[in-house]
Nanobody
Framework: VQLVESGGGLVQPGGSLRLSCAAS????????MSWYRQAPGKEREWVAR?????NYADSVQGRFTISRNNAKNTVYLQMNSLKPEDTAVYYC???????WGQGTQVTVSS
């Protein structure tokens, strides 16, 4: 089982980024997939999940969208209207497998 995140970077406030989580070794469409993030000096926090439905943390509701491409075995996190407080390392997670990716850095700054 492997999860590889990509798509992070430096973006100005109000900008957008799309993160990708490429899964291998299992069929991602058969599992609930989640995104978490960890800001400097803070605990890792849940951001969004996708299973039969999608759910979001209050802090990102209406700005972030989680989706998946089953043909590519990949889960995405579209992040719009980014704020400085969204700065964090973003991780892909499969709760039932206990698997985490290595993370991708997102920095929102002018």
């Amino acid at each position: 089982v492997q999860l590889v995140e990509s798509g992070g970077g430096l973006v100005q406030p109000g900008g957008s980024l799309r993160l990708s989580c490429a899964a291998s070794g299992f069929t991602a469409s058969s599992y609930v997939m989640s995104w978490y993030r960890q800001a400097p000096g803070k605990e890792r926090e849940w951001v969004a999940r996708i299973g039969r439905t999608t759910n979001y943390a209050d802090s990102v509701q209406g700005r972030f969208t989680i989706s998946r491409n089953n043909a590519k075995n990949t889960v995405y996190l579209q992040m719009n209207s980014l704020k400085p407080e969204d700065t964090a390392v973003y991780y892909c997670h499969v709760p039932s497998l206990g698997s985490w990716g290595q993370g991708t850095q997102v920095t929102v700054s002018s």
